[in-house]
């Protein structure tokens, strides 16, 4: 793993108190939440059986979800106008609840007519069970002829 030092001059000039950003404290946007403001936050975890995707996206209801897969792409998304929330004064808002569009690329080795989407609690939790050949075997013993 590599890391990167993270550096913003900015951060130095600006008046800071016990190490709070005053300069920054009202401010709606900067550049690395914009990026992650656009789509929901995505963990995969893979499993002997199965792969699993769960993106966090409260907000929504089940309908509002497509998960279609085509050509090895597994492609989740959500054609929504974002709320608009009237008589509201933010000072920052970073929840996210309009349109987007996530792709995965699952290869060979997901049998694609055993995929199962549920959406609970603010997560869509999407199941790919693996082809039989992608499975872990169980070792066996092999003869010498």
Do not use: H, W
């Not at 009202?26 to 690395?32: A, I, Q, V």
């Not at 499975?135 to 066996?140: G, Y």
């Amino acid at each position: 793993m590599t890391l990167v030092r993270f550096y913003n001059p900015e951060m130095f000039a600006s008046k800071r108190y016990n190490g709070f950003d005053l300069n920054n404290f009202f401010r709606t946007s900067n550049n690395l939440n914009e990026v992650n403001r656009n789509y929901p936050a995505v963990n995969i975890i893979e499993e002997p059986e199965r792969y699993r995707i769960e993106v966090a996206a409260p907000g929504y209801s089940k309908d509002d979800f497509k998960v279609n897969i085509e050509n090895d792409v597994l492609k989740i998304s959500v054609d929504k106008e974002k709320n608009k929330v009237e008589d509201e004064n933010f000072t920052r808002c970073e929840f996210y609840n309009g349109s987007f569009e996530r792709s995965f690329v699952v290869g060979k080795t997901i049998d694609i007519n055993k995929i199962d989407a549920r959406y609970e609690n603010g997560i869509l939790t999407i199941t790919l069970s693996k082809k039989e050949e992608a499975k872990p075997q169980q070792p066996r013993s092999i003869s010498i002829s």
